[in-house]
Structures are given as structure tokens and as C-alpha cells.
């Protein structure tokens, strides 16, 4: 197996490296093996292998993602004033596999006009088609073909459900007015707005379909891509090019989170093709260092320039994140509750081989925008003035998505008041067409120096995030309080309305029967809830777009005024999409392999 943590000496070069072993880096590599066994290909890749528990039992995947867990990379930004001063923390993949191994595991495509909208050649959802199909084996129902049946990722309801959950939420989704499908993914049904019992990256026997296990691996076993070599546990510093700025070596060194001693540098030549394939905000770092990048940043961090390109790190997008949790009449077997506070051991479960091993605790997918024109303009001038222009004639465009989790997802601290046996849902809220934008850049060429980091998470000049997330915690509330398991708010965890305000949870915190009215907010409710926001709002886990196509890259994903150098991740993207961006991640591994298999002329 070509899996090392120290390179051997004899491999001074190869044909192709892949800078980074992420989502979208394992696809790439597999695809060229395939097309090539006798292609050289070397994937470096910071972290280690990702053959861990927590990784993969779907159940743990929160494990993933916690302060001191080696599985993440935590990019921490400086204090940004408009969200109350607080410095966020953004996890992005830090092991073999990238996102694919530590995330939530949600199956959800962007929406045609995601594709489209973007108005890039050989980007259009037609054109983009067979390669989402071409990633999956997808075991939902599949009306109009536009699903895959033999790919390598499994596309199914895993081994849990937490049925009554799930039946009462679509419920009250259909009751409040938008349309329920068996699929919402396929690009056309429904406009693609709605709510759907959630399918997941998890095979049918319970497994997390990560790209590492599902496509790197396979691979490196056997004996058919001897030529295939994975570097784990190593940090990539820069590339290098000639006099006429052709990539021709990847500079390295270990990783010292896994190394004590002192590491020297070491080059790897490549022939052919380097992949930066890092993420969002590790991809825009290695550019950097390597002389690529806007000059005044290159000159701040004492770096020479060797192509001038301001658009790398600039235009950070995530996802800006609020969830909200609230009390349940659920049985203990329903929710995830037992696993997130400690009341039971995970070893027990996995000695038993518990059915809730393969469940993520997230069971229906929501895409929603508003059904009625007054939801619009009482959000301001402002925002009306923006839907007419982004949303109100694209009609499968949502203003955010909202997703119920059978799980307490806060600090279990917050609960002991409660009662130590107590149930939990919460609904996770995030904007998928945020206006804000962030950057992230080095500080200086050594791989330790902090980067220069802000999301930037509501700082679009007519606050519409502010106004987006308004009213998703409108809506939210308006769908937990007629669920019937419903039992009120946990109270510390949402906006500190005042008792004498008809919003407040003092009226709110009793199951309801029959016909009920819409809360009704004031605007002193409403400077609540941003405060509330700008206090809580965080990452989803979405970063993208800090390399993008017209600005960094061409549509082929070369680098611009360089030759031989790619980019495949999401940083590439020119446009942010309704969807969990894991897919979108998988895609871009799949259009890059195919990209570079032409090339090369391989045939696919």
C-alpha cells in the first residue's frame, strides 16, 4: 500500500501531485489511477489517515469537529466587531478525506439556477449533471433518471430514523403552506423549494461514505495502482515554477501536530500537474506563499510576487449558521441525546451494534423562501428591493434552509437545570445566498504564522443577512411550536424577549391544540433577535469561494499566468449554492479528474 507518513527517498518526482487529500483531492487522484495505472500520482495531505471511530460511525461525527480533535483544522478569525466582538472558529477537514470525513453527512444538491446563474462554460446544471450522477449509487426514488446508480458514494437513509420526528415535522412543514417531495435533489421537482425526509452520505448498512474510504483506498489495496502514493501527516509550504512560471515541484514538511522533532524542508518534483486541492482556506495560503496573490498582501507578508492575482482568499463565503433547541415529549430511543450528554457510553453502542450508529441525527431537508408578499416587505426597503432583483424571478432560489436535529446540539451544561433525563429537538437555521463577504491571507511565508482572517458574517451594507436570518427564526418558530412533541423553548438559547412582549416564551412554552395565529413581533422584538443573531451566529461548515473561477482560475481550473497549475476544491466556486456543499465538493473532484484526463488524453 502506497500510504506513507515519510516520503521514500526514491520518489524524487512523479507525473501528478494533489496538494491535499480532501473531498474533492481523493476524487481526482482515484479517477486518474483509474484512467492511468501508470500514471505517477502523489497525494500530500496534512492530516492522518482518517481510519478513526468517531469518523466511521456516522452517530459521532460531532467528536469530529470539538476543540483538540486532530480530524479538524481550526482557522480562527481576528474579533469582528459586528458580530459582538467574538472571534469565530471555523473547522475545516484536517484528515484523509477532507469535509467528506468529519461532516454531517446531509445529501443535498445546489439548485439549477445555482449552476446556472453562474454563466460559466461547462458549468450549467445539464453540463454539471453527469458528474453528480456519476459520484453517487443512490437509493431513494429516482423519477426522472437524473440520480446515479453505481458510484462509489452510497446515497440512502442509513440505519436510524427517528420516525415520529420526522413525520410530525413534514406535517407542519405542508400545514404552513410549502410542498413536501420524496426529492427535492433532482434539479427541477418543485421548483427544488420545499421539505424532504433526509437521505445522508451513509451506505445502508451504516457507514459514513467519506472519499477517502469510498474512493482512495480501494486503490491503494490494490494491486492494479501500484503507482498511487498518499503522503499523510505532511504540510505543503508552496509550489515552485520555472523562468516561465510552469509549476514544476511542491515544497513540504512534516506536520508538526504529529512530528516533535524539527522537520527540514523537502521538494517532490512533478511532470505533469499540480492539484492544489486544500479547501477554501487552506488552498488560498499555499497560493500565497507561492507568490500568487494580491501584490499589497504578497508585499505585507514579505513575499515576492510571481503572479499578481488579487482575487486569491478574497470573497470568503460560509454559510452563516443559528440553531435553536427546544424541549420535547421524544423517548429517550428517539433522539441522540443519550450520546451528546453523556448518558451513555459510545462503546456500549458499538458493542451492540446500535441501529443509531448510522443515523446523523438530522432527518428531513428544508428549502424554504417566503409563500406571501408581506413576509417580503416587512423586512424593509431594502430587502424587497434585493428579492426583486435576485429571487423573485428565479423561483428555485430559497432564502435559507432549516433542518430539525433529534439532538440537544449546545454546551450540556446549559441543560442541568432541566433535569438530567429530559429529551431535546433543535432546528438549525442557515442563509445559503449570503451578501457578506470575508478574506483570508497569510501573515508572513512561514506555514506557522497566523493567517489574516475574517468571515465577515453580516457586514453586507443593508444588513439582508440580518433580515434572512430574521425571518428563518420566524419561520422556524412558527414550525417547532405546532409540532405535537413540541414542549416549549430552552429559553437561554433564544432571543431574551421581555415578559411584557407578546413574543416572549412565557406565552409560548405549552403544546398548542387546533388552529393557532402567527406570533406577533414588535420592532423592538426584531432588534432582539439581531442582537441575538450577531451574539450567536456562526459557521456551517460551508467555506467557499476564495479562489474562484473568472478571478483565479479559468473554467478548466487552471491558475491564471501560470501554467500546469489546478486548483480542485470548493474555493472555486463563483457562486454560492442552496445546498450542504458537500456534493458540491464531490462535483468539483469529478469535473477536475475529467478536466485533466482530457488533457492528458486519456479518454474517460
Known sequence: MGLYKELPESLTEVDIIIAGGGTAGCIVAARLTDADPNLSILVIERGSNNDLPTIAYPLFFMQNIVPGSKASIFYQTAPEEQLDGREIIVPAGGVLGGGSSINLMMYTRAQRSDFDGWGVPGWSADEMLPYL?????????????THGHDGPINVSTGTFTSTRFQNEFLSVVEETGWPTSDDLQ????????????ALRYVSPDGARQDTANRYLHPRLQSSTNPNLHVLLETSVIRVLFDDNKRVRAVEFTRNPLYHDTHSPTQTVKARKTIVISSGALGTPPILERSGIGSPEVLSRAKVEVVVPLPGVGAEYEDHQLCVYPYHSS??????????????????????????TLGWNTMDVTCKLRPLADKDITDLGPAFEAAWNNDFANTPDKPLGMIAPVAVFPNNPDLVSAFGPDKQYFSISCFTVHPYSRGHIHITSPELTSPPDFKTGFLTDKNNLDIKMHIWLYKTQREIARRLPLYRGEVTPCHPPFPPSSK?????????????????????????????????????????LGTCKIGSVV??????????????????VLPGNVAANTN???????????????????LGI
Open 186 to 197: 433532482n434539479l427541477d421537482s418543485s421548483n427544488g423549494i420545499g421539505a424532504q425526509p
Open 330 to 355: 421524544l423517548s429517550p430511543s428517539e433522539t441522540a441525546d443519550s450520546v451528546a450528554l453523556g448518558r451513555v457510553d459510545p462503546a456500549t453502542l458499538i458493542q451492540n451494534n446500535d441501529p
Open 503 to 543: 413574543a416572549s416564551a412565557v406565552h409560548l412554552n405549552q403544546p398548542l391544540n387546533g388552529k393557532v395565529n402567527n406570533i406577533s413581533y414588535t420592532p423592538q422584538d426584531d432588534a432582539i433577535i439581531e442582537q441575538h443573531i450577531r451574539q450567536n451566529v456562526s459557521t456551517t461548515w460551508h467555506s
Open 133 to 145: 450522477k456519476k459520484l453517487e449509487t443512490y437509493h431513494g426514488v429516482d423519477h426522472n433518471g
Open 554 to 571: 479559468d473554467e478548466n481550473l487552471n491558475v491564471y499566468g501560470t501554467t500546469g497549475l489546478k486548483i480542485a476544491d470548493l474555493s
Open 583 to 601: 456534493n458540491m465538493a464531490m462535483a468539483v473532484g469529478e469535473k477536475a479528474a475529467g478536466v485533466i484526463i482530457g488533457e492528458l488524453g
